[in-house]
Nanobody, 123 residues
Framework: QVQLVESGGGLVQAGDSLTLSCAASGRTFSGYAMAWFRQAPGKEREFVAG????????YYLDSVKGRFTISRDNAKNTVYLQMNSLKPEDTAVYYC????????????????WGQGTRVTVSS
């Protein structure tokens, strides 16, 4: 059974940093693109960042470029999201997702999802 388990969320103040982790188990994610999405209250789930398996190419939502960094440790089957200079508008539940192939920004193509970790940024 494939599982993606996120951790690292919490309550922080504006300007603080957090690192989210997503540990994958149940299969190897070789060849899989991994991504982080987020969903704020009353809003649709949106793509935040993604990373390919082989080249490690990264993709970001415009509003997080320069503040967030996605990375992966293939040996540990773990993907990370380093979030710096957090803003109140970053408040959301953050989800890890995986799909075979390339990074895409839509939620539909992702086969595997975690349960989410909540990030709250106070002003």
């Amino acid at each position: 059974q494939v599982q993606l388990v996120e951790s690292g969320g919490g309550l922080v103040q504006a300007g603080d940093s957090l690192t989210l982790s997503c540990a994958a188990s149940g299969r190897t994610f070789s060849g899989y693109a991994m991504a982080w999405f987020r969903q704020a209250p009353g809003k649709e789930r949106e793509f935040v960042a993604g990373i390919t398996w082989s080249e490690g190419s990264t993709y970001y939502l415009d509003s997080v470029k320069g503040r967030f960094t996605i990375s992966r440790d293939n040996a540990k089957n773990t993907v990370y999201l380093q979030m710096n200079s957090l803003k109140p508008e970053d408040t959301a539940v953050y989800y890890c997702a995986g799909r075979r192939g390339t990074v895409v920004i839509g939620t539909g193509p992702y086969m595997y999802w975690g349960q989410g970790t909540r990030v709250t940024v106070s002003s």
